[in-house]
């Protein structure tokens, strides 16, 4: 598809299907599932509509940063294949029309999570917002490597946020969970980056293969592994969850461990789309869901 650059005179009708492109649905369902996982895992019942509107409101959250995200990115994106034909830089709005659409989301989410929740877990969904928006997108992603290890605390947000929107508090379990994620986003983003590193080339984005090197990118990709590893199995071995998680959390981190140890072992130059840095990608969002999903069955279970 042939990008169409628009001027500040354009005013494009805005098709549904276009704004919800800008939510980012993929990443948006991820972050949904943690979010509920952390709101199911919280040792106090929630009301059905309560804990639907508490979702609806980080995944509104989600969806407001991915639409402010692609608002200040539109030039990026362009330069990028795997992001050409997403709606702003193909033509299809105006930056004027996702701006509107992205600070509407995070208004509406925040205040609704503050009626239908608590102000705690309103606080956190508006700080994650701002986290991703202004210090990982505005900030970071054009200027250093660790873009992704900093930027990675606003997708770590969710399941505290749906732990704090059941309970009105804060303990062990859902900070675990939040450095968990913040620990996986590393080697999970730096797999994906190392087969499209040219397009982040070309757009002048510091992403760790392109500074670095393939080579040092799969040296940190083992290495924030190993800790990643420590804050998964931490919840059984401290005693906060119970033998259904701490199974699952030993088979899905052996998994995660060995593809990490062979993406750091490939010595070929340029990785393969079937290369082990694929076959982790891949794994890494399986690993995830099934670690989030033992959670709430491992509740289940001692309930």
């Known amino acids: 598809m042939t990008s ?3 001027t500040h005179n354009q005013s494009l009708p805005a098709d549904w299907r276009d704004l919800f492109a800008l939510t980012k649905p993929r990443v948006m369902s991820l ?3 943690t979010g ?3 709101l199911l895992a919280a040792p106090v019942p929630v009301h059905p509509v309560l804990g639907f509107a508490a979702v609806l409101c980080i995944a509104l959250g989600a969806g407001a940063a991915g639409a402010l995200n ?3 990115e539109a030039d990026l994106d362009a330069k990028m294949k795997r992001t050409a034909s997403r709606p702003l830089p193909a033509g299809r709005m105006t930056r004027q029309t996702a701006l509107h659409f992205g600070v509407g989301l995070a208004v509406f989410s925040v205040i609704l999570m503050d009626l239908a929740a608590n102000h705690l877990a309103a606080a956190i969904l508006a700080v994650s917002i701002l986290f991703y928006v202004l210090i990982y997108t505005v ?3 054009r200027r250093t490597a660790q873009n992704i290890v900093i930027g990675g605390a606003a997708g770590a947000f969710p399941p505290l946020i749906g732990w ?3 309970t009105g508090d804060i303990s062990a379990l859902p900070v675990l969970l939040f450095a968990i994620i913040f620990l996986w986003t590393p080697p999970h983003f730096w797999a994906l980056s190392l087969f499209v590193r040219t397009d982040y080339a070309n757009a002048g984005v510091p992403m760790m293969p392109v500074v670095a090197g393939v080579t040092s990118t799969r040296r940190q990709i083992l290495l924030y592994t190993l800790p990643m590893i420590v804050a998964a199995i931490a919840p059984w071995a401290m005693g906060l969850t119970g033998w259904v998680y701490g199974a699952a959390s030993i088979a899905l981190n052996t998994i995660f461990l060995v593809l990490a140890f062979s993406v750091f072992a490939n010595k070929q130059t340029e990785p393969k789309q079937m290369g ?3 076959r982790l990608f891949a794994f890494s969002i399986l690993y995830l869901f099934g670690l989030f999903a033992a ?3 491992d509740r289940w279970v001692i309930a």
Do not use: D, I, S, T
């Open 139 to 141: 900030w970071l992603k």
């Open 164 to 166: 704090v929107a059941a």
């Open 295 to 297: 959670l709430v069955v």
């Open 4 to 6: 169409v650059p628009l």
């Open 70 to 72: 692609q608002w200040y």
């Open 31 to 33: 972050v949904v599932f």
């Open 36 to 38: 509920l996982c952390g």
């Open 276 to 278: 082990p840095e694929k």
